[in-house]
Nanobody
Framework: QEQVVESGGGLVEAGGSLRLSCVASPRSLSLHDMAWFRQAPGKEREFVARINMISGSTNYADSVKGRFTIDKDSAENTVFLDMKTLKPGDTAIYYC??????????WGQGALVIVSP
């Protein structure tokens, strides 16, 4: 049974840092890329960052460039999102997305990040 599980959310003060992790299983699942999206209260889900699990190439939303870094452990089908200089506007549920080489993509249940002023 394929699944995606996020961890690492929490409450942090503005200017602080958090690190999110996401594991896609089973390990035999061949992934093309993994990504982070987020959904703030009352808003639509938006793209945050993506990493190609083969090449390591990355891309980011303009709103997080220079503050967030996405990284991977391809052998473990794991991605990380290092978030620095957090702002109250970063408050959201952060969702991990895993896109296999073939077949449907998978979403996690989300990790809540709250940034207090």
């Amino acid at each position: 049974q394929e699944q995606v599980v996020e961890s690492g959310g929490g409450l942090v003060e503005a200017g602080g840092s958090l690190r999110l992790s996401c594991v896609a299983s089973p390990r035999s699942l061949s992934l093309h890329d993994m990504a982070w999206f987020r959904q703030a209260p009352g808003k639509e889900r938006e793209f945050v960052a993506r990493i190609n699990m083969i090449s390591g190439s990355t891309n980011y939303a303009d709103s997080v460039k220079g503050r967030f870094t996405i990284d991977k452990d391809s052998a473990e089908n794991t991605v990380f999102l290092d978030m620095k200089t957090l702002k109250p506007g970063d408050t959201a549920i952060y969702y991990c997305n895993a896109k296999p080489l073939f077949g449907r993509e998978y979403w996690g249940q989300g990790a809540l990040v709250i940034v207090s002023p």
